[in-house]
């Protein structure tokens, strides 16, 4: 019982917002007014709604591309260049426009090149499909250093500011110190937020365009593999 008694959730007066420290706008220690007289927590709100943007147009794009099956790719190709209809092989990986498909359309679309400048070919395409994969990633990884130091910068400027104002006007106190200091903090916990935001998604995209990226290779390969055995059976 008394282990439960401890537990937030149960405590006397317990708030779901003091989970979240938003207690200092809810009690108007910190007003959404008083963010908009910070320019540096204007930028960091700026920020924060640009990071919203990117991770959802990165993670909806990630998604779409990493469902794949390369192993029925393949199997589709083979039987295609079984069947001497290469044009037709081409024409199944035009219909969808994916780093897989637009790798090894570039190979068939060399075919009578030699093997080396064939996967050269579809090497210039893999590079060229991971730049979109990790289109963005540069911005997000920006984000990620710049945030916290920008936060950092609002809460050092704003104890400047609020210890400025008790030089200047030689009075001072509890309420008008901690409610500048109340604001300035503000900044390096949005900055933290917004970087904390933009980490696992960072990871997450970088790490799933690499996976699908080493699969294209190994398709790759395997379509070498294929063009030779067809252009000895010939």
Same mark, same amino acid.
């Given at each position: 019982m008394e282990m439960l008694m401890a537990l937030?959730?149960?405590?006397?007066?317990?708030?779901?917002?003091?989970?979240?420290?938003? *207690?200092a706008v809810v009690d108007g220690v910190v007003t959404f007014k008083g963010f908009f007289d910070n320019l540096t927590m204007v930028l960091l709100l700026i920020t924060f709604f640009i990071s919203?943007?990117?991770?959802?147009?990165?993670?909806?794009?990630?998604?779409?591309?990493?469902?794949?099956?390369?192993?029925?790719?393949?199997? +589709?190709i083979q039987a295609y260049l079984e069947n001497g209809d290469i044009d037709g092989a081409i024409a199944y990986l035009s219909r969808t426009d994916h780093p897989l498909h637009n790798t090894l359309k570039a190979g068939l679309e060399n075919i009578h090149l030699p093997l080396d400048q064939i996967y050269d070919m579809m090497d210039s395409v893999m590079t060229f499909e991971r730049f979109k994969l990790l289109r963005f990633t540069t911005a997000m990884g920006s984000i990620i250093a710049i945030?916290?130091?920008?936060?950092?910068?609002?809460?050092v400027d704003g104890l400047i +500011?609020?210890?400025?104002?008790?030089?200047v006007t030689g009075s001072g106190g509890a309420e008008v110190v901690g409610k500048g200091i109340s604001t300035a903090l503000v900044t390096t916990w949005w900055g933290l937020i917004i970087a904390m935001m933009n980490i696992?998604? *960072?990871? *997450?995209?970088?790490?799933?365009?690499?996976?699908?990226?080493?699969?294209? +290779?190994?398709?790759?390969?395997?379509?070498?593999?294929?063009?030779?055995?067809?252009?000895?059976?010939?």
């Amino acid at each position: 019982m008394e282990m439960l008694m401890a537990l937030p959730a149960v405590q006397e007066g317990f708030n779901i917002l003091n989970m979240f420290r938003l *207690y200092a706008v809810v009690d108007g220690v910190v007003t959404f007014k008083g963010f908009f007289d910070n320019l540096t927590m204007v930028l960091l709100l700026i920020t924060f709604f640009i990071s919203i943007v990117l991770i959802a147009e990165r993670l909806y794009y990630i998604w779409k591309k990493s469902k794949f099956n390369h192993n029925k790719v393949l199997a +589709d190709i083979q039987a295609y260049l079984e069947n001497g209809d290469i044009d037709g092989a081409i024409a199944y990986l035009s219909r969808t426009d994916h780093p897989l498909h637009n790798t090894l359309k570039a190979g068939l679309e060399n075919i009578h090149l030699p093997l080396d400048q064939i996967y050269d070919m579809m090497d210039s395409v893999m590079t060229f499909e991971r730049f979109k994969l990790l289109r963005f990633t540069t911005a997000m990884g920006s984000i990620i250093a710049i945030a916290p130091l920008l936060g950092l910068f609002g809460t050092v400027d704003g104890l400047i +500011d609020a210890f400025n104002q008790i030089a200047v006007t030689g009075s001072g106190g509890a309420e008008v110190v901690g409610k500048g200091i109340s604001t300035a903090l503000v900044t390096t916990w949005w900055g933290l937020i917004i970087a904390m935001m933009n980490i696992p998604v *960072y990871n *997450y995209v970088t790490n799933t365009a690499e996976r699908i990226l080493a699969t294209t +290779d190994v398709a790759a390969r395997r379509l070498l593999i294929m063009i030779s055995q067809l252009q000895h059976a010939e």
